[in-house]
């Protein structure tokens, strides 16, 4: 879709977004225009504002010329179109032996509809909607224009993108972005504020809640948030679950929709094509042709190994936040199903393993996903099946905190089976996974029970599950500290002195926001409070120098001392869901936040502000009905925690 302005590109301004994301705002004017050598109409005389707007299915576009000449102008106008109908799979460079047909264009007096039939059969359709002015044929639209000196034109379009040849009511321009605005703007004021003595902190904050906002999507289970702009635009269980985890002590709305919709989607047979098994929660779910022709697997695939563990954590720390029973009961054949995988995954030493199931199914079945994460400390592949680090930690966290809502709902001999197995794991991991001369535990453990002795960032998020005993926590988080991990922007995914590093790889030493907030809330649960608030400095150091404040879903982990802002990943996720979610989880760590719904209690505990954050200031926190206004002001012995407001029933208690 390509714009003329007298039959050549305008020059460009300025483009930008607006705060809220709702809307691109985008500033042109004319080039030089000559005849014979001669300039009959000089660059910048005619200004062109585009302002464009998505709603559901449909981009809304309002286009203002104005000229700025001192006579008057004949302006011609041109739409350039086609559409290809691209697979978002074919656009992550997937080549298809096949493609289906792409059909004859409809052209109206006011709209021109491209259509596609794919070889499931299904008809796409990309309707591109002017009105009557326009001269419409199948590849372009013009318009010839009359502008007064100071005289202008508003003139919109409408680009429509659907399955199915039926017309649907279209609205203009200026409804459709009141209806995102009020939608954003609706949530992000139902989210605590948050604020601090801090600009550039504050920015990251508000950057965060906007780009949440911005992914959130409304279904039958409530709000959920998809995983990332570009690739990720969809439902993905483990992005939801931990994002959902990320925010959960500030704002409880997105964890009751994650749990609702994966528990909807949860597996219900054997399907290896899917790799999916009853009780199992979704990795991934896809609507468009390769995945329905199933030319790839993901049209509802379940390869991942975490997403059931995470599914019951979430839960459990739901209710925990909440007091709310009433989704737990609502939640508990899926909860109980999803144990029951576990329970029948697990072998012996209580262990979870992954290896996919068919040949086009995801090699690696954990967060780090690509085909080259897993390995040994020679650089050699681990071969499946393979016991992830972290994914014990997540299932030793899931038993334990599924059998506390358990006891909960009355079910006494459940919850003591859970936590027996809970701690059998436990004492088989630090057997096993420990790497004595590295100080860490290993990656994983490989088909042979071998483990792989590389330092990783894995291993943090045990600390977020308090899976490690203390002893050894202490020497963990050293280890994820010391210069060859923390790379002064974050924690890397593999230490510097790995064969296999590589500052610019996906998950072979690169800094994820994600990983670090979840390894910053393991510090603070070991009383490390110092070392989260120097990941937390790290990552708002990063965020000061990136546009818009905003954390991309990675970057590459290269020393700071070589760079002032850290290196982009050059295709990441911008904006990414968990990596929006890490700023509160961060907070939360240097905070020791920990909302109790049960006691109806807020607990701020041996508070760790970093030295860039003199006050702070938190307004809207509630505790079911109740709600509470703080502020956190350092000290010279730390910090003081001020309630300035409280509504309801609910106590703030301050310790250490």
Partial sequence: LELRLNGAFPVLLSTNTSDDGSELITYLSN??????????????????????????????????????????????????YAADFADIFELRGIERRERGTVLDTDIADDRVRLCYRGLDAVIRTTEIVLDSRWSIRAERASLELQLEPGGDQLLELRVHCRTGRARLPLAGFDPALAAVREERRSWVEAFPTISSNNEGFNEWVNRAVHDLALLRSTGPGGSYVYAGIPWFATVFGRDGLITAMQTLAFSP?????????????????????????????????????????????????YGSVDSTPLFLMLLAEYVDRTADLELALELWPAATAAMGWIDASCDAEGYISYSRATARGLVNQGWKDSHDAVHHADGRLADPPIALAEVQ???????????????????????????????????????????????????????????????????????????????????????????????????????????????????????????????????????????????????????????????????????????????PYPVACKPQAWAAGSVFQLLQAVLRLN????????????????????????????????????????????????VNDKQGEVEVVVLG
């Fill in 31 to 80: 080039g030089d225009e000559g005849n014979d050598g001669e300039v009959v109409l000089e660059r910048g005389t005619v200004s062109l504002q585009r302002r464009k707007t998505l709603l559901h299915e449909t981009l809304h576009e309002q286009l203002h010329i104005h000229n700025f000449g001192m006579v008057p102008l004949a302006i011609e106008l041109t739409w350039l």
């Fill in 253 to 301: 709305e997105l964890a009751a929709g994650a749990l609702r919709t994966l528990a909807a989607l949860q597996g219900k047979e054997v399907d290896a094509e899917r790799d999916e098994e009853p009780g199992k929660i979704l990795h991934e779910l896809r609507h468009g042709e390769m995945a329905a022709l199933g030319e790839v697997p993901f049209g509802r695939y």
């Fill in 393 to 567: 930690g997540y299932i030793f966290a899931a038993r334990r905190g599924l059998a506390n809502v358990a006891r909960r709902l009355g079910h006494h001999g459940e919850a003591r089976e859970w936590e027996s197995k809970a701690e059998h794991l436990k004492h088989n991991f630090h057997r096993d996974f420990w790497v004595d001369e590295e100080a860490t535990f290993a990656l994983a453990l490989d088909r042979e029970r071998k483990p792989c002795r590389v330092v990783s960032s894995n291993p943090g998020h045990c600390l977020y599950t308090n899976l490690i005993e203390p002893e050894r926590a202490g020497q963990l988080i050293e280890r994820l500290m010391a210069d060859d991990m923390f790379c002064g922007f974050g924690i890397r995914t593999l230490s510097s002195q790995a064969r296999r590093y590589n500052p610019m790889s996906y998950h072979n030493g690169s800094v994820w926001p994600h990983d670090n907030s979840m390894i910053a809330a393991g510090f603070a649960n070991y009383g490390a409070g110092e070392r989260a608030g120097r990941v937390i400095t790290g990552l708002f150091d990063a965020a000061l120098s990136l546009d818009n404040r905003r954390l991309p879903e990675l970057f590459c982990g290269f020393p700071r001392r070589h760079q002032h802002q850290p290196a």
């Fill in 595 to 642: 909302v109790q719904g049960w006691e109806r209690r807020i607990v701020f505990r041996d508070v760790a502000l970093p030295a860039w954050l003199n006050r702070l200031d938190i307004r809207n926190l509630r505790v079911g009905g109740a709600c509470v206004e703080v502020s956190i002001l350092r000290t010279r012995r730390g910090a003081a925690v001020e």
